[in-house]
């Protein structure tokens, strides 16, 4: 992929133009230096050249003399503002979810950006790179990248909550006392080819609606509003392991197993595919709880034996169920 090939969207830099502009800072003057000023930037889904904005971040330190781009602008790149991407992301029911659907559309907030999530065990990582090569003013892009990231997971997590690992593309050590205020157990690697956000496998079955806002809005918020949603919901209600088979659900919401096929496709997704998160994300609740035999667990989703299940789990973590359980 070429450089005049590779695009982002306005919205993925905004906040750092009105963050400048609330300080009164003249942005005209940068966005002319930049190019950017040839484009409409006050439509979040618009795209612009990604040189364009690698230069408007060497301009920002430059003229600006702006090289904390955490301590200044971390906490105004929230992933819900960021465009209509960022909040289909923002409003998955869990974390889980968020990641999946963020990968299968990683190109579209940058289409020169990928994204990988990895499971090992009790952690995970979720990950970001880039596709081209490294020029000035991409570190300050791999920042603004982290601070969504960040972002989101905080939406799970609550407005302090805090990684396990940090991994950085830059190579430049950054002051994050603004975005990590207790900062006692985070580690933080720099010179990484991802940059990527280390967190708790047991985080991935966390609300994406965030923590501790409670009261009834939420509770509203909360309920099924898509028809995978409504299905994990109808599994994790059921007390019959055979109600994870499609014909039943289907017949449970008045459907033909093929309309149900159908109207999963509109959510690009499939039945195994539902029933396999659902799975995944009641397993790693299950196993928190010392008092459930790992034979249990895979009689309550629905396995015909413990073997199948265990295979399952090895799949999605890399360890068997037992081992994740002594390793949390």
């Keep these: 992929m070429n450089r005049e090939a590779q695009l982002v969207q306005a919205g993925f830099f905004r906040p750092v133009l009105d963050t400048l502009q609330d300080a009164g800072v003249n942005i005209d003057k940068l966005l002319s230096k930049s190019s950017l000023n040839r484009f409409d930037l006050e439509i979040n889904e618009n795209y612009v050249p990604v040189g364009c904005m690698y230069s408007l971040f060497c301009e920002i330190r430059q003229s600006e003399g702006i090289e904390d781009f955490f301590g200044v602008f971390g906490r105004k790149l929230e992933l819900q503002g960021l465009s209509d991407w960022g909040e289909m992301i923002a409003f998955t029911p869990d974390v889980l979810s968020a990641c999946q659907l963020a990968l299968k559309y990683d190109n579209v907030v940058q289409t020169h950006e990928r994204m990988v999530l990895e499971i090992d065990g009790p952690v995970c990582k979720v990950s970001q790179y880039f596709l081209d090569q490294a020029q000035p003013g991409r570190e300050y892009a791999d920042y603004v990248d982290f601070c969504y990231m960040l972002s989101g ?114 959510y690009d997704t499939t039945f195994t595919e539902v029933v396999e998160n659902w799975r995944f994300k009641a397993c790693l609740h299950l196993l928190e709880q010392d008092n459930t035999r790992v034979s249990e667990i895979a009689e309550q989703l629905g396995y015909a034996n413990t073997p199948n299940f265990e295979r399952a789990f090895r799949r999605w973590t890399g360890q068997t169920p037992g081992n994740y359980r002594d390793l949390l």
């Design 153 to 266: 997971l905080r939406l799970a997590g609550g407005p302090d909550w805090e990684p396990l690992e940090i991994h950085l593309q830059s190579s430049e050590a950054p002051d994050f006392d603004h975005l990590l205020p207790r900062n006692q157990h985070t580690r933080i690697y720099l010179g990484q080819p991802m940059t990527s956000v280390v967190f708790p496998t047991a985080m991935l079955t966390s609300s994406m609606l965030g923590s501790g806002s409670g009261g009834p809005e939420l509770a509203i918020e909360a309920l099924p509003q898509t028809l995978p949603q409504v299905i994990e919901e109808l599994l994790g209600s059921s007390q019959q392991a055979q109600i994870a088979h499609l014909d039943v659900i289907a017949e449970l919401l008045d459907l033909s197993p093929r309309t149900l096929r159908r109207r999963l496709t509109e």
